[in-house]
């Protein structure tokens, strides 16, 4: 990568909390010591503590296009949200790529196997993914969505032992229902996808990772 | 990434062609100096100058995972041809992930655009690639196949201006097919990636780099 | 209808056209004079002249939300605009039934026929009302939407010599693709609709009217 | 409204029940006092008790051509019958607007819910609403059809305590089944819609009503 | 086949015309040398002269359900129109096999081509077919259906150079439309079959043949 | 069939049990005796015991193209595995029609039912299967797959009490499931055939007797 200018790979939190985007500073650090693009994790302080109701993604829309009008030296953004608020805004507004994580982890399960499972925070969040896995165009493979079965915040999805039992369960369940892959239906539960995988025996896709990973292989490659 | 035994990347190239092994060290290059897992390309000397015929793929296949079970201590092994010759095969003989690079180039497409196109080398490998459209169940986000005009081999489809200028025009029908983005159809194609994806003004997949990516992507950030 | 208390069909336009909202008017008049629930048209004052790129789309929503919440006394809500800005978040914040017209439309064009088409105001919007087709399930049943071949507002898409031309024009091509039924992609087509379906032998669906007509069955034989 | 010529909007009940028919015409009341096209329910005398074979559908389709014909001056035709026999036929027969039931009902509850669910009279008519909804392209958002646990005949199955306890209790399968909307597959229900939905919080949709709507507000706005 | 007793498989041609059911009778010919059950051709002498209303196809419904009522002894039916009048109704009056000739012929050729194209006697009769690829759920691997250029009868459409110059015309479009196998979409063009097969040098099946071999197979082999 | 040189259709089973063999010659009895091509089966000696893994699959490929390369004498080529081994590679080296059983099997089963439901001899094997249903585009018909209970192998599946049993059983969860037909999904069950479709009162296809019906009914009537 020799071009000096290059910008970084934006991931943009919609929710406020900083412990939330400092897991995905920790569980995107191994792209950023590899002489690429930057990667830059950003909060949005005006944004709910999670974003969980409709009303949330709603607004989430509208702020990340205000970052992204800003921040118009990064070289990619992704909408680090499971529910992508804002995607088509970003497209419309910028010529730079720009992912939203629940279609990259998605995408990227289907690279693995048949038949995917997600793990959702809360069961209310569900009929909101299926509607875009539908625009997707890929509910058909979708072995099921199961939700945490306690009741857990975005920011505690990703540490600590309750919530790491919860998403083993979860992953149970799905794995059971024919699931050949599982994605992480929430951009807080990073922190436990090693521990995951290696338990269950079954690949599993953090959708912030799933993203930046595509990004970062556009933009290593792209002075070919 | 601290650890010091992380196997590489394993690119097999199922056709003897050094040429188009070399183009895909030069598309890669971006990963190696990334700090990540090596990133290494190997050619099937034993396999045929382009895989060409469902012989090729079918024969493919068994060199494929024959190299697979000689290279235990890959991390993760991509499936460089675009017809992905002994997928399941190798998927039931590691526990490593497996990329084949039509569905990793097709799925990263789909995460940056509502409908894709493809450019394939030979108009005889289109029903091929539609198959396996139906097999990864997208098919009806493809907004066309088109194969170069002329007679190119699959060396020859990443170098000079004669194939340049087939892709450009191939590129093009695909836009007004209605394609938001463009996957090479080839895993021989690289070289001509950045400069085609600048002159048409839309993002242009290399599967071969689409699949690294999503591997690496996975490696990177595997001890979280 | 005997009980005196029920709130109106709410019509809210998301643009701030006056123009377009009293064109609904009249196409909404039939209803009005049939003794069931009233029927309420409404401009978004801080709306844009038309919703046209996703930014409008996207903070009609807000916009639309916010309408809904000060106007609980209606009996159910129909978003008069074809990209129904904040369909979802209307459905999240209360349990009247919410009506988005492009929905309404296409599935009222399903009732008649076995492919339908739909007239865009213009080109750019396509791509958008396709993604949402997807999330409807019932992409596999277009014959083509095209656009009006000329520049025309989504005030003046309803009024006119010369958008009548282009609105024909554009039927006949659907007509020729296979559509067996039209649906008029935006609220401000609506005076053309029983002209353009006269003269061309064919089922032409004003969206609004597919939306409030539901509405009103719903709501006239409520008390059964 | 003001032209006096408009023909009335026909419901054809296929079955020789006036108890079903007198039910329609209860539960399309609210039209007839909306000053629109006047709603005309009709029973052929010469039909079974109730539409439960396939050879009941296939000599109802017979029977409906035969009062289509006849009745050459209703603007619209409505085939109250869930099987909806001789759409097909009566299409070919008029230019004017024909409604078969199950498709207005099921697209109707398409336009307030993700998923739809349907409550049948029998087992033995599932699989024949099932191949219908394949036909219509819509199979896909089918959350599930549950038939009446008890015994019911058709006319009855809109009266009484004890059908309503079965349809309350078929109705609650369907919503832990996931569906968002209920459709009431058969035209003799419609006497239990609104104290259903009630009950069960969920739109529950007659499709006789359902239809008379579409081809209501078609009139209606007709003279636009 | 040891069993004296085995009936014959019933082929019902619904429309009057005996140069159509002799046309059957030769292109079945084969079947009957075989040792195998019967073949036996029949004619609904009150059927239309061809099928080719909506209104043929649901009286010729009640004919062929007549038929085989009549005919308990068959060992299986064959339902030898195109448009497979009384599917249903057949099936649910016995209990033996009953096949639809579009069915069987469009399934039989998905068992030797990706994409399939259906050659029509009339423009007509085009969407008719399309709702019942729709109901048999492979819609999505048609490549085109055609119609024969010129005004042919059914009877005719068998017979003759002039029919057979158009039937050609209708596969070579169809070949160019990507159909890897095609289907006579009426039971009166067998007697073509063999020659066009050789001319356009891909698979070209007959409905009511391959109907036939289904019934066939399974009864000469019941005895396993 | 008056022309002397007509080849055989020959059954390739590409594993080296001649117990199948002798079992696949027995259930094609019926065909042999009826004058039409002779009937040809043939075991591949260096296959494995049982097509199990997806080695022994993609294995069997190459040895099946050279056998069918061997045997050019033949009229028609039937793949006798459930995972038809090579069937692109047979397409691509003969011009005469290739069957793949699994294809043939399950496109029967739809000329008969509305859903149809699989037997399988092993867990393992269901994904592999439903990879092909994808590919044929009829995965949404499927009602459901179900292996054996029991370890039993290819060989023992169509012979025997303790085989039968588990044959029944797995028959009878998929009526349950919603079959109307039910596909034998591995080669070597076709001796239980008859007696399972009586018990059960459903049919039941053995797919290589299907594959040998399409096949048989194109060459019988060939020479029309």
């Known amino acids: 990568m020799s ?31 590899a002489g690429g693009p930057p990667i830059e994790c950003l909060t949005i302080e005006k944004g709910p503590p999670g974003v969980v109701t409709q009303r949330h993604v709603d607004e989430a829309a509208l702020h990340t296009a205000e970052v992204i009008e800003k921040r118009s030296d990064a070289a990619a953004y992704i909408l680090a949200c499971y529910s992508q608020p804002g995607l088509d805004l970003a497209r419309s507004i910028t010529t730079r790529p720009v992912y939203g994580i629940q279609d990259a982890g998605v995408l990227s399960a289907l690279a693995l196997a048949d038949m995917f ?7 209310a969040s569900i009929p909101r993914h299926l509607r875009n896995l539908r ?23 990703g540490h600590g032992e309750q919530s790491y039992a919860l998403l083993l369960q979860a992953a149970q369940k799905l794995k059971v229902m024919g699931a050949g892959a599982i994605v992480l239906g929430c951009a807080g539960m990073s922190g436990h996808r090693t521990r995951l995988a290696a338990e269950i025996a079954c690949p599993v896709i953090d959708p912030t990772q799933a993203a930046v990973a595509m990004a970062f292989g556009n933009l290593v490659t792209g002075q070919g």
Do not use: Y
């Open 117 to 123: 499972g997600v793990i959702a925070v809360a069961e």
């Open 135 to 157: 625009r997707l165009g890929v509910d058909q493979r979708l072995a099921g969505e199961v939700a945490l079965a306690g009741s857990v915040s975005v920011a505690e999805s």
């Open 3 to 33: 071009q000096p200018a290059m910008g970084p790979i934006l991931i943009i939190n919609p929710n406020s909390s900083e412990t939330v985007t400092e897991g995905l500073r920790e569980a995107l650090a191994g792209f950023n010591s």
